[in-house]
């Protein structure tokens, strides 16, 4: 089992910044990525960022946050970080890390955990 959490939410004016913060525990062999999503009410989840635990340099941004948030991370802590910049109202939404893992070393298959969400609230 994995747990994953979430740290880091919380109320904003815009302009302003965030760091999130998700770490990864239990018992796993490795995770091939570890990755952000958000959800505002009445819409569906969307990506934020995603990044490669296994390789350097890969990594995927939601166009709405491309050039303002930068997704980071630290392979020994299984932690990852995402520095959100230049803060708007339409960034509010709960923001959920996910990650794919792969529990076994008998088996290259892996199941995706989520966290249980942090909030950001953008707001004047």
Not at 17 to 29: D, E, I, K, Q
Not at 62 to 81: H, M, P
């Amino acid at each position: 089992q994995v747990q994953l959490v979430e740290s880091g939410g919380g109320l904003v004016q815009p302009g302003s910044s965030l760091r999130l913060t998700c770490t990864a525990s239990g018992n796993f062999y490795s995770i091939y990525s570890m990755g952000w999503y958000r959800q505002a009410p009445g819409q569906e989840r969307e990506l934020v960022a995603i990044m490669s635990m296994l390789l350097a340099g890969e990594t995927n941004y939601g166009e709405s946050v491309e050039g303002r948030f930068t997704i980071s991370k630290d392979n020994a802590e299984n932690t990852v970080y995402l520095q959100a910049n230049s803060l708007e109202p339409d960034d509010t939404a709960t923001y959920y890390c996910k990650a794919d893992v792969r529990e076994s070393k008998m088996s290259w298959s892996s199941t995706n955990y989520w966290g249980p969400g942090t909030q950001v609230i953008v707001s004047s």
